[in-house]
């Protein structure tokens, strides 16, 4: 049989280029850079690099958006630094709601565990895939794409989500527009909104100008 000799040295021609490195806990002392965290020197590292404690604990809703992101990324768990995935704990009050927001570093996976959920995305061809969520129900929102979730319930929600990155990111629209010095002109003529609108919603969302 000729198949598994080549197969042996295939294997031989594919493996030796790079070493297999086995985990990179990331080192948060030094700066993250595009491709994450430096890797800590491995003799330093423990199981507790592994293990994430906050996600049992629900987030403090007391706030404008009535919502709280518990996120157990790379910066909070540095074990999942170089494997592309982490997770998020989302508690939202009754009223609550996580605005439009994109995270553009990953897909993200969200399986509500408490509560009601009403949760959508909008594609790039501007088309609104929305639907309420149960308990159980799993809602997958693909990278990049702006998306937000309101609490359809009159009881308090609860929800975890993966990502396909260790890093997602989150920019929330509201914060963006409306949360900087971006003078309210210029606000104005990027959104079409009214000036007394905008300044309502920079009272709102902490922005000035
Ligand atoms: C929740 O946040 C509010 C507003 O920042 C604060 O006043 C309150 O003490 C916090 N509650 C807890 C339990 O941390």
Known sequence: MMILP??????LFSSSHAAVQDFCVGDLAAPQGPAGYSCKDPSKVTVN???????????NTSNLIKAALTPAFAAQFPGVNGLGISLV????APGGVVPFHTHPGGSEILIVVQGTIFAGFVSLANTVYSKTLNKGDVIVFPQGLLHFQVNAGGTLATAFASFSSQSPGLQIVDYALFGNNLPTELVAATTFLDAAQIIKLKRAFGGTG
């Open 6 to 11: 080549l197969f042996f040295i295939f294997c």
């Open 49 to 59: 690099d592994f293990v994430f404690s906050g996600l049992g604990i629900p987030g």
């Open 89 to 92: 704990r989302l508690d939202m």
